[in-house]
């Protein structure tokens, strides 16, 4: 069952070290949903329901996922550059990361996982819904202003991923999870373009989804229904 620590490992490793849970964590020792948690670090949280079945997953149905920037974002961004981003730019940047993030998931899993990406619930069917939130883009290319535009950055940026795992035919919810990352600080500046950004995020995206997928291998490897 996933309360194994050796299920428990392939996940923390998506998000931080393995401590048990202590009685002294902020976070509530069972959530709303009636998932227990199973590691709360400053990076992120993973809550589970400790009786699922994974083994029966052999399918994902992957909702798009919805995009958010971090508060004040665009504020700070105008800052010394009044209009420098604008309504659209934050709309064409979400909409191309949760096309990315479509991509790389999809890619991951049914590639190297040999999973079947589902269009709707079914038996079989495991409904990941995630969520990309506190987008912080430390130096947008916005298009916006005519002839090139030069930005120095150390870092590309930071966000946090948010995934619910549903069993999509009964809408139970049995795992949530959250993780934060930021895009490795290189010591010196370098000229940061959409290209570089895009770049970033598709190796940020590539870690998740990998992790991901060697959880759910091991998972589904581990439970009854899969040794039948």
């Known amino acids: 069952m996933f309360r194994?620590?050796?299920?428990?490992?392939v996940l923390l490793a998506f998000f931080a070290p393995i401590t048990p849970a202590a009685a002294s964590d902020e976070a509530a020792a069972v959530s709303m949903d009636g998932l227990e948690l199973v590691d709360k670090t400053r990076r992120g949280e993973l809550y589970t329901?400790?009786?699922?079945n994974w083994g029966t997953y052999t399918k994902i149905q992957?909702?798009?996922?919805?995009?958010a920037f971090r508060k004040n974002w665009q504020r700070d961004q105008n800052r010394a550059q009044p209009f420098k981003v604008k309504a659209e730019d934050m709309e064409r940047i979400k909409s191309e990361l949760s096309e990315l993030f479509g991509e790389v998931f999809a890619e991951e899993l049914?590639?190297?996982?040999?999973?079947v990406m589902a269009s709707e619930s079914g038996d079989e069917v495991l409904r990941i819904t995630p969520q990309i939130v506190d987008l912080d883009v430390y130096a947008p290319d916005t298009r916006s202003?005519?002839?090139?535009?030069?930005?120095?950055t150390e870092s590309a940026g930071r966000m946090t991923i948010k995934l619910d795992m549903y069993d999509s035919v009964t809408g139970d919810l049995i795992a949530r999870a959250s993780d934060r990352q930021e895009?490795?600080?290189r010591g010196y500046m370098q000229w940061t373009t959409s290209v570089t950004n895009r770049a970033e995020a598709k190796r940020m995206l590539g870690r998740w989804a990998r992790e991901l997928r060697e959880f759910l291998d091991d998972a589904r490897g581990a439970t009854p229904a899969a040794a039948d």
Do not use: E, F, N
Not at 49 to 52: G, I, K, L, T
Not at 62 to 67: K, R, W
Not at 146 to 152: D, F, K, P, R, T
């Open 4 to 9: 194994k620590l050796s299920l428990i490992a």
């Open 183 to 185: 895009s490795p600080r």
């Open 49 to 52: 329901d400790p009786d699922a």
């Open 62 to 67: 992957l909702d798009p996922a919805t995009v």
């Open 110 to 115: 049914t590639t190297k996982g040999g999973y």
């Open 145 to 152: 202003t005519a002839g090139i535009q030069h930005s120095y």
